[in-house]
């Protein structure tokens, strides 16, 4: 890639990636409403709010490739979803289309489907199940960037990561967890893939405990390496295991599915 927009780039994920993502383009144009520190010498830096439609347009003009990875991302009040999750997502989408249909990875997310239980084994077909205002954005993520691939052809991947953090922060990530090694191998697959089209990819390393079959994505190549199994006892030592009947042990989205909805007034 020439230029590669990454949103959300002052976020954990954003962080976590930044140094990375520099091998994949020749510039990286960060973007965020949180402060993004100083530009490495191939970055540049662009501060934007997603609600913002013609920061926006400015925002994707010369871009190759877009990682969107900015908005709310866990559960909030609808004013702040809709402002970021879901006109920031029409807005990035109109950009887009404005410039050229740069490729698109959405990070989407497991509470599209947080009320399956972790009993049960789904894949890409299976109906969304989300389990709070969040999760219904990024459903509605989902649908935007499926509609703008039927009638215009533009490419996105829709990951529905898991949890991406340094390693599993408790038991129910066991399943959930995706490596940073792992998210960076997936990076380079979406951007790199001759034909991409518009999948829903599971966003999760090769874990022993699993809930989601990847088949369908299996196209792309991208074969994810780690495995959470090796912070079980790590994690047994740190934190007591929840009560079977807690939703963190009951629910594929965990917690989630107990958050009140945040309500405005
Ligand atoms: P984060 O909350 O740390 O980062 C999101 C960034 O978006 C923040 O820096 C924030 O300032 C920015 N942002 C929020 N509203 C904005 C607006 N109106 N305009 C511009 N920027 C705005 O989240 P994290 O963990 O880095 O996740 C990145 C993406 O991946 C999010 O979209 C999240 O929903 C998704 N995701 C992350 C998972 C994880 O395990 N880290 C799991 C599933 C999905
Ligand atoms: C998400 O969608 C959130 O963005 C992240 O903070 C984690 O909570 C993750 O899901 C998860 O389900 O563990």
């Not at 520099?22 to 970055?43: F, Q, T, W």
């Not at 989407?108 to 009320?115: A, E, L, P, Q």
């Not at 509609?147 to 066991?174: D, W």
Request: some cysteine; overall charge negative; glycine content about 10%.
């Amino acid at each position: 890639m020439k230029r590669m927009l990454v949103t959300g780039a002052a976020g954990g994920l954003g962080r976590a990636m930044r140094e990375r993502l520099g091998k994949m383009a020749d510039i990286v144009r960060l973007s965020d409403i949180a402060d993004l520190g100083d530009a490495a010498p191939n970055e540049e830096l662009m501060p934007c709010d997603l609600g913002d439609a013609d920061a926006v347009m400015a925002l994707v003009e010369g871009c190759d490739g877009i990682l969107h990875l900015g908005g709310i991302s866990v559960e909030d009040t609808f004013s702040k979803i809709l402002n970021a999750n879901i006109a920031g997502l029409y807005n990035l989408y109109e950009a887009a289309q404005a410039h050229g249909q740069p490729r698109i990875l959405f990070a989407s997310s497991n509470h599209t489907i947080g009320f399956y239980r972790q009993d049960e084994h789904i894949d890409t077909t299976s109906p969304m199940r989300p389990d709070g205002l969040y999760g219904v954005s990024k459903c509605f993520g989902e649908a935007l960037a499926r509609m703008y691939y039927e009638k215009f052809g533009q490419e996105t991947a829709l990951v529905r990561i898991g949890s991406c953090f340094e390693k599993p922060r408790n038991h129910r990530m066991l399943a959930t967890w995706m490596s940073f090694d792992d998210f960076e191998a997936l990076i380079g697959r979406v951007f790199h893939a001759p034909l991409l089209g518009c999948p829903i990819i599971w966003g999760v390393s090769d874990n022993d405990c699993s809930w989601w079959d990847n088949s369908a994505a299996a196209y792309l190549g991208w074969r994810p390496k780690d495995n959470a199994e090796i912070f079980r006892a790590e994690l047994d030592a740190a934190i007591p295991t929840p009560p079977k009947d807690d939703p963190a042990s009951l629910y594929q989205g965990g917690p989630f599915v107990a958050e009140p909805i945040h309500r405005d007034r």
